[in-house]
């Protein structure tokens, strides 16, 4: 998929970076690993060393075929089309908590706002006192990145999903987790608590998608899609499951059984998250093609879309009054959208840093985002 992209034709769907193009093999190189495959005998300095290695040697491939893509999609087709340039919002965020040990790929907020629990490319999941601004605890939750992290809607339970292949369910005041699900493949962010706090829905690298309850041993139900699933969302009302990867189509499915009801078409590449609006009538999609697009779910109709980031967009979250659209990308862009008209309401933009997650505090007053700088920022919304 990067090969292909380099050397496409249109030069809108060339990679246009160097930076870009190294966060796209950064992202890559982690849904390679499996914890089967890590040795257990290497130490963590020389296991670093490794990926520090591995990440300099697909630097320079990939900055070498780059080159070779500008060089001749220059020739042969022309320079890109310029897009304007939206100016960063006044707004500095009211906490930046830095966790100094790689990229951060999820991050909640409890319904307190108190806690911001984040998830981090080391394997652990860093809890955060946002008063203080400080690290409450730290849980060695993964082998392995961490690419999962939500609290509970009572804020009383947190699940985690990692490269491990592994879900697990915390007491957040709790070194170790009082329950384990075994995914067997990497949960890369398609994991979901449903609003009742019963179930937890998981898509993983496999195309599997599932439904636990959190008092069984065994999955409730289980269904498979083509390729990786990067998503997945459940509706307010807990009937329908939203998810969506590799194929480039979002599918809905029945949230009970797994049936499937309807898939829902248009994206140009991989699509990296989805969003239920809070009445549950329509779902945000967003992915490689750079384009915010959304849904009415009765229908399967597209309702609205537009052009969204510079780059891959990572992450979409609704605000819990439905009114705004807060969505992440590869351009280190965070930005905030009416829901209705598509209109640009705010844009926070973080300095040589992708955005890879980004989610609203349950009573809408705080946005916090995460990424490649290994650090989450929380806004007051406007």
């Known amino acids: 998929m990067t090969i292909d992209r380099l050397l496409s034709k249109k030069p ?25 495959e890590e040795v257990p005998t290497v130490c963590a300095e020389e296991h670093r060393r490794q990926v520090r290695r591995a990440r300099v040697i697909a630097g320079v491939i990939g900055a070498g075929f780059l080159a070779i893509g500008l060089v001749f999609g220059g020739i042969f087709l022309g320079p890109r089309l310029s897009k304007p340039v939206v100016p960063a919002s006044s707004a500095e965020p009211t906490a ?18 108190n806690s911001v629990a984040m998830a981090v490319e080391d394997g652990s999941v860093r809890l955060w006192d946002l008063k203080t601004k400080s690290v409450s605890s730290t849980l060695d939750a993964h082998r392995g990145s961490v690419w999962a992290s939500k609290f509970s809607h009572k804020g009383d339970l947190l699940a985690t999903a990692g490269d491990d292949g592994l879900i697990k369910l915390w ?9 384990t699900f075994d995914e067997k493949n990497a949960v890369r962010g398609g994991l979901v608590i449903s609003d009742n706090d019963e179930l937890i829905f998981a898509g993983d690298r496999g195309g599997n998608v599932k439904v636990w309850s959190m008092k069984a041993d065994e999955p409730l139900a289980e269904a498979r899609q083509p390729g990786a699933i990067y998503a997945v969302a459940v509706s307010p009302s807990g009937e329908t499951l939203a998810t969506a990867g590799t194929d480039r189509s979002v599918r809905l499915w029945n949230a009970k059984n797994l049936t499937a009801k309807l898939a829902l078409e248009g994206h140009a590449g991989p699509i990296f ?33 537009w052009h969204g980031h510079d ?3 990572w992450a979409v979250a609704y605000s819990p009054d439905g009114t705004k659209i807060a969505t992440g990308g590869l351009d280190g862009a965070v930005k905030l959208w009416d829901s209705e008209t598509g209109e640009l309401l705010a844009a926070y933009f973080v300095p040589n840093a992708a955005i890879h997650t980004v989610s609203f505090s349950p009573d809408g007053k705080l946005l916090a ?7 989450a920022r929380v806004w007051k919304t406007p």
């Open 12 to 36: 809108n769907d060339r990679i246009q970076s160097a930076a870009h193009l190294a966060e796209l093999f950064e992202f890559e190189w982690a849904l390679m690993k499996t914890s089967s």
């Open 96 to 113: 930046v908590l830095s966790a100094n040990a790689g990229a951060v790929w999820s991050v909640s907020l409890d319904p307190t706002n």
């Open 171 to 179: 007491d957040p005041t709790k070194p170790e987790p009082i329950k």
């Open 273 to 305: 998250s989805l969003a239920f609006s809070p009445d549950g009538s329509r779902l945000t999609s967003v992915g490689w093609d750079q384009t915010v697009r959304v849904w009415n779910v009765a229908s399967g109709q597209l309702f609205k879309s």
């Open 311 to 313: 780059g891959d967009i």
């Open 369 to 375: 985002a995460g990424g490649r700088d290994g650090a």
